[in-house]
């Protein structure tokens, strides 16, 4: 009765752990030979009991030294086989298994990498770091001990019952009869299992972020001295997490117990019906010793499909979480899938490019241009309007343009969607005419270099961290001379010069420091076009005079698009673009905007406010 | 072997410029005894738990190995007296059977419940213990230690403790019990075999220390590889954006490879350890096996050893040997957790460089003004990296004045301001606070009184409202708003798709830097505090955020000691006083319209700002 949704449920477990298997196809051949010694030793342990049997009753009931001596030879030999097949089955898989988990983490963390953006907005990093760490080590555990040990033990107790069973079938039939109870409740407890396996996962993901943010966030916790409000939401959740695990032990103990009692009882039964039979005659001494000896030898393997049936359960539950994260559509993939998405428009439009990039000399179409694009975030709530709704935009070859709006008018989303961090909802971009969906991502970012809001270094020296923005042939002079449009001298002063290591594990810089090399990246490659997102925010006046001044030189023959917040930065550029209510509301001079656009005036009018403060 | 894991340190020097560093290394120091003095701390509190676990468990050994003891009797009484018509033992067998086994499965759902209650309560201990140190911590060791090692430490380095407590613990009570017991059985069997079977514990304990040394060694080397692997995962996940724009995939790929590998080989070593263990205690005890069953043989033989011994004995030393595996697997999660539990004690170990006063003092009462008056005395401070940052350094703003800063990057604005919000302490000199020195006043007082908005303004997954609640948790929603319309951010978390409600989900990603500037000032409003410090806090809003900003200082921040550090003059003009700082040292000293009159720096950078606003 209760079999009717297990084997579907097995199935599913079965089918998730199955997916592995492209990893563990490399390693295979030593698997599958550490299974099979494992198997080799197992027999080999259920023979001693035989031999133990023969002696009892042939030599030693025969008082026959040299049959005794021959039989303790056999017992070493067969010992020495068993500990050395033992020792052979870890061996075998000791490198291999290591491998298949780190292979399974480099794929993830590649994986990783090329999801898009999109992707990581929507996923906290706990989580992602969790499937890397826990997950894999489970999996990895999972390889070595109950994918073998639920085969070994599953062919050690068949055996063992036909051991059994020859040497006496009623016996043999009073052992099996737990059986079935056992297997049934071995299903219903896997079921149970699964999910609280899984709850319990998922927290200690999320405990994992609430960690991370404690730490990124430390000098807010510090400035409020909020410790203890974090300190409390950490207790929280490690309490539901110390909640679910034990539940799951208590899970755990009911079939511990179910699964010691009712072979024990067999095993009792045996006992009883054996000294019946000894007493009888039917059997001998000898058998019966050996038979109890079979039986308890089984005991182990027996009792251990409990918590070998756990492990798997967990196992599948990390596969499945490991594979939420590999199943997502990597950047390539997700892009190609938008295009079919307005299947005939995207057919068109690829046609259209074709024809465009022929003759893309065409001055229209030179530049950076956007063709009504519109977008929303992929995961925006259905009905909210898109953050940007038809924004038409021509930046002539080698102008430079200042992108303004009001604070979260979507100018940084504006600037994510050149690189193509996020995929354009409808409408296109293009790069001198071409489509930037009909670049490679790797080509159109080589193409476009941008400098972000956030200047994120990462832990390398200095010096890679600027030339990281530029190809591989790129050297020391690329790098001076990117240090010096962005004024970052600062570099060469530094405890080791440009070979000091920055970032989370190096010195940590200044904010104002940070960004100036991220410019400096930004336009240490001579990218044809630049993406500048406020980028001299944090630098004091007198640095910002002059970044500007070295910066025009890149800009007089660059292609950028400069999102700006101050007169001085508007200026860099040749024109200006206002972005409002998602469209670009006004494209014109910083002055001639000034007179005609209200809106800009005010987004720029310190000026005015200035001069008030200054006059009281 | 030896070559594989001595030479990630041989490398370190080449790779890091700061070889003697043992945060570079990830090993910080960790006073002898310390790992076991934490493990015993954490388990001392649960003593009559642990107690009641190990005596269930002793218990269910108990009842088990009597299973034996039972069939010896069946053989050498039952199945006689049987033939002889007498059904007596063979019912207290039976009985005794049934018992044993409802006992032993009882004992054993008890045990392992009670079992994991200890093990979990250890590790919310622990997890606790970490969190809240590593939180009490001050800022410049986070700045050292990272946050991949912090979350190392608090996953994979207390998951092996927990490996250990669930599996572990359970194996070695098994282990010593069974060892004990059968040991005990067998010379009371007969002393004789008994003897022999102890001799067999000789060489397996030099094994067992043997695998502890090398195992130590290789898990060690273990836990510091995760770590590595942890942290450059964490570090590409948050600079996803320009790992992309970059386009640093392959080679980050290069480089977690070496750190995934230098793992994967540590992994290896350790489980080609056990694998060497596992051999060599097997063969130990199958020869003993063969060598007390050759010997018990012909005592039989001889008549001087009953068969029903003998078979017994047979069955018990199978059983004697059996749980050397699991000893293995204790060992194993020993050693790694043992491992773990050093880096763990290495991080409890740190003491806050910034540490709570022992004695605390109390503010005295607020003036007319809420603000209070700062006076740095002789303060001087240099970071670890070396270079005195401020030389003697002495300063006093009145209750109630707005002071700006300027100054180039490296003159020292920033130490001003974590000095002055103790996020570090001076080397030399004190900071005062209404006359008290910050050292002197408890953690929540400061806060309440200093109140710092930085640069980064982070943002906590949690909705809007819980991010602004940071200033003050006990805000009710109506503070809230008034704190978010004051600073004129209301407009655009009302137009949020769930509004104060909404998720700003991974470190903000939805909310721009500008608009995440306005929720922590919004956070500052709401704490409401005496001295208020602003370290480029301004820098991404635009013109009429900033306006926002200077409005909320001029009216609902009045009378409030401020401390603003910016580039933007336009917040220096609301200043009553202005600092031009230099090499650490207050170069100029005015109102901001007296220095702007004057020759000085200032007023060059006034007129070049003028200039810049065009």
Redesign the interface.
Known sequence: MATTPAPAQNRSSVRTLLRLWPYVRPVRARLFTAAFVAILASCVGLV??LV?KW??DG???D???AG??L???Y??L???A???L??LR??L???P???V??SM??AL??R???LP?AF???????Q???R???DL?LL?MFL?FPLTFLLVNGVTIVVGVVIMLLQDWTLGLVILGPAVPVMVTCVIFEKRYAEVARLAQDQ?GD???V?????????????????R???RA??DL??TL?GT??R???L???I???I???P??A???A??V???Q??DGGLS?GT??AF??TA??LR?PVESIGFLLAMSQEAATATERYFEVMDEDVEEAGAAAAAEGSRSAGRNGWARTAARSIVATEPGERGLRFDDVRFR?PD??PG?PPVLDGVDLHIRPGESMALVG???SG??TLT?LI?R?YELTSGRITLDGVDITALS??DL??K???A???P?L??APVGDNVL??AQDTAGPADLERALSVAQAG?VYAL??GT???V???G??L????RQRL?LA?AVVGQPEFLVLD?PL?????????AV?AALRHVLADTTALIVA????TV?LADRVALLSGGRIAAVGT?HELLRTSAEYA??????R??KE??AR | MTAATTAPADQEPEDRPTDGDPFDRDVLPTPPGATAALLRSLLAPLRARVSVTTLLLLLQQAVVQAGPLLVAYAIDRAVPAFRAGDHGPLVVVAAGYLACALAAGGLQFAFVAAAARVSQDVLLDLRGRIFRHAQALSVDFHERYTSGRLISRSTTDVESLRELLDEGLQELVTVILSFVYISAMLLWLDLGLGGVALASFVPLYALVRLYQRRAGRVYRARSTAIAAVIVKFVETMNGIRPVRAFRREAVNDADFAVLNQRHERTNGDALLEMARYVTGSRLVANTAVAAIVLWGAYRVADGTLALGVLAAAVLYLRRLYDPIDRLGMFLNSYQSAAASLEKIAGLLAQTPSVPEPSAPRQLPPAGEHPGREVVFDGVRFGYRTGGEVLPRFDLTIPAGQTVAVVGSTGAGKSTLAKLLARFYDPSDGRVLLDGVDLRDLAVPELRRAVVMVTQEAFLFSGTVAENIAVGRPDAGREEIERAAKEIGAHDFISALPDGYDTDVRKRGGRISAGQRQLVAFARALLADPAVLILDEATSSLDIPGERAVQRAMATVLKGRTAVVIAHRLSTVEIADRVLVMEQGKIVEDGEPAELVAGTGRFADLHRAWRDSLA
Do not use: C
């Open positions: 001693i009991p133990l002696l009892v030599p030693v009931a008082r026959d030294p005794v001596g039989g303790a030879l017992l070493l067969l010992g020495f068993e500990a050395l033992f020792g870890r061996w898989v000791a490198r298994l290591s491998h988990e780190a983490r480099a963390y590649r990783l990498q090329r953006v990581h907005d929507r996923w906290a990093s706990g992602l770091l969790s890397g760490t826990t080590m990895r070595a200690v405990l994992t972020t960690v991370e943010e404690s730490v990124l966030g430390i000098r807010v916790i510090k400035g409020f001295g909020r410790h409000n974090q300190a950490f207790s490690s309490g110390r695990e034990l799951k032990a208590r755990l103990a009911t511990w117990g179910v010691v009692t009712l024990e009882v095993i009792g039964a006992l009883v054996g000294v019946v000894v007493a001494a019966l010793v109890l000896s308890l030898a182990w975030y925006a709530p909210s009001a604070t979260g100018k940084t994510a690189p961090l991502a790797q970012r080589a476009v270099a941008v972000f809001e956030e994120t990462f832990s990281m923005g600062f405890p080791q070979d000091t290591q970032g989370e594990q010195l940590s200044s904010g104002g420091q991220a990246r406020d925010s944090a630098l004091d006046v007198r640095t910002e005079a500007e917040h101050r007169p001085s200026l910083h005010h987004l720029m009018s310190a000026d406010s200035g403060e200054g």
